[in-house]
């Protein structure tokens, strides 16, 4: 009853009012189809956009790779370095992914760490990290060892020219020893007398061309053109070389060519064992010392 009676109540809207209200309906479903449609254009034309920038900036110079900065080599080739970075660089520096750069360049000889970086608009830097090396371990090949005890290179015997080659030769280890910290220990003890030998100048009457390192007679140098065998056991090398620089000069001053000369004696270094290369030499001849 009570909606009948609103109904006859119910005033009529006039045509000004409903032409009014009509075009606020159509205002409103403008404003929606609006925005619809410009979130259709953004949705189509901004990755339209985007890609139309990229191409511009690639086609562009600006971002073009122009400068590589290297540093930190002093044995591997610079031009191998860059024909690493050019395989896999590209030609503009957005193109260019450091980290895949550092896992090529990392499998170059000598290489043990190596950063990149670009920097924007048209410049790489790279930095190496190179292996240092030391010394020659002689296994089935020569092998190049790093002052980190590490062998990282194996030199190519039929090009003996360089001055790689001038580093010192060690046998009596194999690379599987200097995996393991005896080995290593070993490598060492035969560098550290290699190194005073240096220091003395010892090498400037006979210079050393092997440094033989065994698990129970210690380290032997061969020296000298004919290789004379000089054997220093395991410790007190300072004051074992010292007897062979005694030992040394009278042999040369009486022009004496030794084969071996062993000063490997625990506890008594003044017992000189010395055997001349041109007659034969027996068992008793090693409590014997140089005139």
Do not use: C
Request: charged share 30%; glycine share 8%; no cysteine.
């Amino acid at each position: 009853m009570f909606g009948s009676q609103g109904n006859k109540n119910r005033r009529k809207k006039s045509a000004k009012q409903r032409r009014s209200q009509r075009r606020e309906t159509l205002r409103a479903w403008l404003r929606r189809a609006g925005i619809g449609v410009g979130l259709a254009v953004v949705a189509f034309g901004l990755p339209a956009l985007i890609l139309f920038g990229y191409s511009h900036l690639m086609e562009s110079d600006f971002f073009a790779l122009t400068y590589v900065d290297v540093e930190g080599l002093e044995y591997l080739e610079e031009q191998a370095l860059l024909d690493a970075a050019e395989d896999v660089g590209g030609e503009h520096i957005i193109d260019v992914q450091p980290d895949r750069l550092e896992v090529v360049m990392a499998e170059l000889p000598f290489v043990s760490d190596v950063d990149v970086n670009r920097q924007f608009p048209d410049r790489l830097h790279i930095a190496i990290d190179e292996h240092q090396p030391v010394a020659i371990v002689v296994d089935d090949g020569f092998w190049l060892v790093d002052d980190a005890n590490q062998v990282f290179l194996e030199l190519d015997s039929t090009q003996p020219d360089g001055e790689l080659w001038q580093l010192p030769l060690i046998t009596g280890l194999s690379r599987a020893d200097l995996e393991t910290g005896d080995g290593q220990q070993s490598l060492e003890m035969g560098l550290e007398v290699q190194e005073l030998y240096e220091q003395m100048e010892l090498h400037d009457q006979q210079p050393i061309s092997e440094v033989h390192v065994d698990e129970l007679l210690g380290v032997t140098l061969v020296v000298g053109q004919t290789g004379t065998e000089v054997r220093l056991g395991r410790d007190r090398f300072q004051e074992r070389l010292e007897q062979f620089e005694v030992v040394q000069a009278s042999l040369i001053r009486r022009g004496v060519d030794a084969s071996y000369v062993l000063i490997d004696h625990e506890s008594d270094l003044g017992r000189v064992a010395v055997g001349q290369r041109s007659e034969p030499v027996d068992g008793d001849d090693r409590n014997a010392g140089p005139e």
